[in-house]
Nanobody, 122 residues
Framework: QVQLVESGGGLVQPGGSLRLSCAAS????????IGWFRQAPGKEREGVSC????????RYGDSVKGRFTISRDDAKNMVYLHMNGLKPEDTAVYLC???????????????WGQGTQVTVSP
C-alpha cells in the first residue's frame, strides 16, 4: 500500500530548529509535487511549503518565509522541511502530501501522511 510517513517532529524551544522528513513507500516521489501542511487544534489546515517535481519551484506561506526551507532528495525518495527560528505559533501537526502541482490548496493533493507533532515552547 502506498504510504507517506513523516518524522522529525518534537519539542523545541523558541528560536530552535527542526528538520522534518517525509518518506514514501511503494511509489516514487520524483514525479509529483510535494506539500507540507500544518494543522493546529481548532484551526484549518494551512499550507506551509510546497515543491514541484523538478524542485525548480518552491513556495512558502507568508508566516514561514525566510525561516523554513523545503528540499527533496529523489534518490532517497525523501522530502524535507528545514525549520529555523521556530515560534510558539508554529506549534501544530505537520503533514506531507503528494499532489499534481505545487500549491497550498489541499484539493491539489491526493495522498497524505499521518503527520508529526511539532511543539514550540520554552
Amino acid at each position: 500500500q502506498v504510504q507517506l510517513v513523516e518524522s522529525g517532529g518534537g519539542l523545541v524551544q523558541p528560536g530552535g530548529s527542526l528538520r522534518l522528513s517525509c518518506a514514501a513507500s511503494r511509489f516514487a516521489l520524483e514525479h509529483f509535487a510535494i506539500g507540507w501542511f500544518r494543522q493546529a487544534p481548532g484551526k484549518e489546515r494551512e499550507g506551509v511549503s510546497c515543491i514541484s517535481p523538478s524542485g525548480a519551484v518552491t513556495r512558502y506561506g507568508d508566516s514561514v518565509k525566510g525561516r523554513f526551507t523545503i528540499s527533496r532528495d529523489d534518490a532517497k525518495n525523501m522530502v524535507y522541511l528545514h525549520m529555523n527560528g521556530l515560534k510558539p505559533e508554529d506549534t501544530a501537526v505537520y503533514l506531507c502530501a503528494v499532489g499534481t502541482s505545487p500549491s497550498h490548496s489541499t484539493t491539489d493533493y491526493f495522498r497524505w501522511g499521518q503527520g508529526t507533532q511539532v511543539t514550540v515552547s520554552p
